[in-house]
T-cell receptor
Framework: LAKTTQPISMDSYEGQEVNITCSHN???????ITWYQQFPSQGPRFIIQ???TKVTNEVASLFIPADRKSSTLSLPRVSLSDTAVYYC???????????FGAGTRLTVKP | DSGVTQTPKHLITATGQRVTLRCSPR?????VYWYQQSLDQGLQFLIQ???????AKGNILERFSAQQFPDLHSELNLSSLELGDSALYFC?????????????FGQGTRLTVV
């Protein structure tokens, strides 16, 4: 199983760009990288998913280098409402084990 | 609203008892996942079902069991409950059995064992 490592916590200020990096050294060929956001007492919510290079949607970008051993979630111009726990998940068709790591607790300050 | 419905929202029960948590996936989703989240802890993957069959197993205790019915709803049974089983239990669903698709989570069932 691909184990993921993320920073435990990060602080930022409103309007800044936040980059959260996840390490996954033993990612498998068929694995995808997915990021979820979770607010207290709520279920996680899908943010973005990618396989390689760069993926962008309306809320975030995901950067994946060629070796795929890490990935970076980029949140542009964060607001107070982006304060949450962010999880990096690595899994694929040959690995249906959707195990989440410890997550990164992001705190956005005014 | 994710489209995934979990019932009940809250449950209080005594040690040694048995409870059943229910999950209705999004319409058309074949895969159901169960997770346990203790206070200030991460999400612990318990088990996955795909179209009625067990697909993957995580850190699920022997006292816990689950099943997915022909109408695709799923139930998680927790027996011989202990204080340490108090947690939020989440259900998620996705269209297929692979994880290269977005999973949608319900709002969870908060279980308190007293």
């Amino acid at each position: 199983l691909a184990k993921t490592t993320q920073p435990i916590s990060m602080d930022s200020y409103e309007g800044q760009e936040v980059n959260i990096t996840c390490s996954h050294n033993n990612i498998a060929t068929n694995d995808y990288i997915t990021w979820y956001q979770q607010f207290p007492s709520q279920g996680p919510r899908f943010i973005i998913q990618g396989y390689k290079t760069k993926v962008t949607n309306e809320v975030a970008s995901l950067f994946i280098p060629a070796d795929r051993k890490s990935s970076t979630l980029s949140l542009p111009r964060v607001s107070l409402s982006d304060t949450a726990v962010y999880y990096c998940l690595v899994a694929g068709d040959n690995n249906n084990d959707m195990r989440f790591g410890a997550g990164t607790r992001l705190t956005v300050k005014p | 609203d994710s489209g995934v419905t979990q019932t009940p929202k809250h449950l209080i029960t005594a040690t040694g008892q048995r409870v059943t948590l229910r999950c209705s996936p999004r319409s058309g989703d074949l895969s159901v996942y169960w997770y346990q989240q203790s206070l200030d802890q991460g999400l612990q993957f318990l088990i996955q079902y795909y179209n009625g069959e067990e697909r993957a197993k995580g850190n699920i205790l022997e006292r816990f069991s689950a099943q997915q019915f022909p109408d695709l709803h799923s139930e998680l049974n927790l027996s011989s409950l202990e204080l340490g089983d108090s947690a939020l239990y989440f259900c998620a669903s996705s269209p297929q059995g692979g994880v290269n698709t977005e999973a949608f989570f319900g709002q969870g069932t908060r279980l308190t064992v007293v």
